[in-house]
């Protein structure tokens, strides 16, 4: 079946700008992720989607980060007012039911701020 | 912060030969998990290990869990040039979902 899709693969923005990066989920899964990878190092946890649970956003690095999923599937994640310091792959994972259980990744966006 | 780190950072082998990763965290874990990356992309899962579990092995992969001294390695036995890549280790730390990433291995098989 298809995997987990992201869009779009790259982004290059100014800095200032606000940027929308999108997941669709693996179909069925109830638990979606974001994580970011700035270059040369491991990922880092930004927020985790769990069915109609109120989300955890315990990784989102600053108030510009926002991220919804709506309808238990598509998933938006929102940078506002873009850094150079935000310039990194943004991956998305979706597993089956949460805690324990595989995530699958998405290909991720490079997100690129001037 | 990180919870796992991953020995060694870079890895350079020939073809045939074995490779061997290990990766250490902090805290108490459901499971652990090994990814691989090429090109800074897409992760692939390659296998999970429960916390109750001390070996598992899927193919040329053969992964070992050592609870007691919070510690995991992954060996690729007969290596080829294709498993060229980025290995990480990822823990469920028993806070949620969320996975807390090692900053990997960066594995190169030299043909």
């Known amino acids: 079946g298809a995997g987990v899709s992201q869009s779009p693969s790259n982004k290059v923005t100014e800095k200032g700008k606000d940027v929308e990066l999108r997941c669709d989920p693996i179909?069925?899964?109830?638990?979606l992720y974001w994580y970011r990878q700035s270059l040369g190092q491991g990922l880092e946890f930004l927020i985790y989607?769990?069915?109609?649970?109120?989300?955890?956003k315990s990784g989102l690095p600053s108030d510009r980060f926002s991220a919804e999923r709506t309808g238990g599937s598509v998933s938006t994640l929102t940078i506002q007012r873009t850094q150079q310091e935000d310039s990194a792959v943004y991956l998305c994972?979706?597993?089956?039911?949460?805690?324990?259980?595989?995530?699958?990744f998405g290909p991720g966006t490079r997100l690129t701020v001037l | 912060s990180q919870q796992g780190e991953e020995d060694p950072q870079a890895l350079s082998i020939q073809e045939g030969e074995n490779a061997t990763m290990n990766c250490s965290y902090k805290?108490?874990?459901?499971?652990l998990q090994w990814y691989r990356q090429n090109s800074g992309r897409g992760l692939v899962h390659l296998i999970l290990?429960?916390?109750?579990?001390r070996e598992k092995h899927s193919g040329r992969l053969r992964v070992t869990l050592d609870t007691s001294k919070k510690s995991s390695s992954l060996l690729i036995t007969a290596s080829r040039a294709a498993d060229t890549a980025s290995y990480f280790c990822?823990?469920?730390?028993?806070?949620?979902?969320?996975?807390?990433f090692g900053q990997g291995t960066e594995l190169s098989v030299k043909p």
């Open positions: 994972a979706s597993s089956r039911q949460g805690s324990a259980d595989t995530q699958y």
């Open positions: 179909s069925g899964h109830t638990a």
């Open positions: 989607f769990q069915g109609n649970s109120a989300p955890d």
């Open positions: 805290t108490s874990i459901n499971n």
């Open positions: 290990i429960r916390s109750n579990e």
């Open positions: 990822a823990t469920d730390p028993r806070q949620g979902g969320k996975l807390i």
